[in-house]
């Protein structure tokens, strides 16, 4: 059913920080697309394609849809359907701490969201455990041990194999970090948004310090919801994710970065490669980075995007001039 050849050297697979977890280096996102508003069909056909162009880690979070849920739910078919005699070649994650369902108990860090939520998301994926386990954002009114501390029930009770953290600031994730440690328990990996237009983990030392401590980082929109593709440089087209109701990304935000998307995309052009290309290498350029997270709406754009992949690391020449358009101070610090 899957191409024999997938484990051809066609995708890189790079180690996640100093652990023996390998994770290739290009990931696919289930955050747009996948929902029971979206083609199941398609969605089942992305899944195929990049299982057979090398891409063993799927991406998930409880609230992934709309509606929430409904992306797991469809995974869950899928993997059931198709990918059964392949879950040892597959890394799967889903994350707890967005708003998920109604009460005191559907969103945040507390020990009773995060460990009913990961219930909840192992029967919609149809799975007995997932590989990764995230708290998917930081809670600033409960104490950083009870939510460790629920990751780490996560591990130990099986249901997790690692565990990992999103969008946490510096000073945070260092804590939390330490604490899983104290309990024995290694966090995995780092998961920041990170792009041409984002730079903050960098500027933030995040990026740094993730490396010194052997901690992987899978870095999540590397495409900026689709800005650093060429489809924004005239406005935004229909059916784009800006123009979608239910898309994350506001058309506020793309006419505020326009300029500078243009510019990168005739830098771009200029080295003989669509934006999105540049893009891909840029974030990936990073030793610290592990794996790019993308979405992808199609076939036909998740092709493209890892089509990147054949392209050669862009020189230190091109960095510098990319560091002039987009310069690393560039984005929120949210370390602040
Ligand atoms: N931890 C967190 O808090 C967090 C937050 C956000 C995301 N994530 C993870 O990161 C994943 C990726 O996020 P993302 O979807 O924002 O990533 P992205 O790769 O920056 O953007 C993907 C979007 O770009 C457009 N696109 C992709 N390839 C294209 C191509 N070749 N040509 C034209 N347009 C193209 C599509 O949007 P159109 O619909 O416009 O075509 C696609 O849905 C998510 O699925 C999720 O797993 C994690």
Redesign the pocket.
Known sequence: MFDPDRYDNRMPYRRCGDSGLLLPAISL?????FGRNDDFQEARKIMHRAFDRGITHF?LANNYGPPPGSAEENVGRILVEDFICHRDELVIST?AGHDMWGGPYGEWGSRKHLLASLDQSLKRLRLGYVDIFYS?RPDPSTRLEETMAALASAVESGKALYVGL??YPLKRLKKAVRILKDMGIRCLIY?P?YSLLNRWPESAGILDWLQEEGIGCAV???????ML?P?YLDGIPDG??AARAEGFLQPEQVLAQQQKIRTLNELAVAHGMPL?HLALQWALRSPAVTTA?????SVA?LD??LDALRAAPLSEALLAVIDSIAPPAAGKDTDA
């Open positions: 996102g289930f955050w747009h697309n991406d994350k998917h999103s969008k998961q948004p999540f929109s590397p495409l900026a919801q689709g593709t489809k784009s994710r999105h997270v993308i979405g992808a709406r754009q493209d995007c």
